[in-house]
């Protein structure tokens, strides 16, 4: 989990914002059920369905076996660098913290609430 202050408030932004990350943080959630019962490789089925460059990115390198450590600075490069703000920012945070604890074989509940944590106080119903 990247830990920056900085970086912290940079990614700030309101509630509805936030409230409107929750179906990428179920579908980081999907994504780990799907590689936790047929294995890494399964994601590639998904990769139509991404849209988003960076949650692509990531998906892609997943799938090509890179190392994890690659990955992480891979991912963490563009966060710090391509002068991401408030949502955009916190949702290339959100998909990094998913996509890693999906290659290291988290579960699925798991990958749920440790990005869900970056969306502060969006109510419980919305992750259902």
């Not at 089925?45 to 692509?56: C, V």
């Not at 920012?89 to 998913?98: C, P, T």
């Not at 502060?120 to 992750?127: E, I, N, T």
Request: hydrophobic share 45%.
């Amino acid at each position: 989990m990247i830990r920056d202050l900085a970086l912290a408030a940079k990614a700030s932004c309101s509630s509805e914002d936030q409230a409107s990350l929750a179906p990428l943080v179920l579908h980081l959630k999907k994504l780990a059920e799907l590689a936790g019962k047929q294995g890494l490789l399964a994601l590639e089925g998904e990769l139509a369905q991404i849209s988003d460059p960076f949650f692509n990115l990531g998906v892609q390198l997943i799938i090509d076996k890179v190392e994890p450590e690659n990955v992480q600075y891979i991912l963490d490069s563009d966060i710090y660098y391509n002068h991401s703000n408030g949502r955009e920012l916190l949702k290339k945070i959100i998909i990094r913290e998913g996509l890693l604890r999906i290659q290291a074989g988290d579960s699925p509940r798991n990958v749920l609430i440790c990005t869900r944590v970056f969306l502060g106080k969006v109510a419980d119903s919305a992750f259902r």
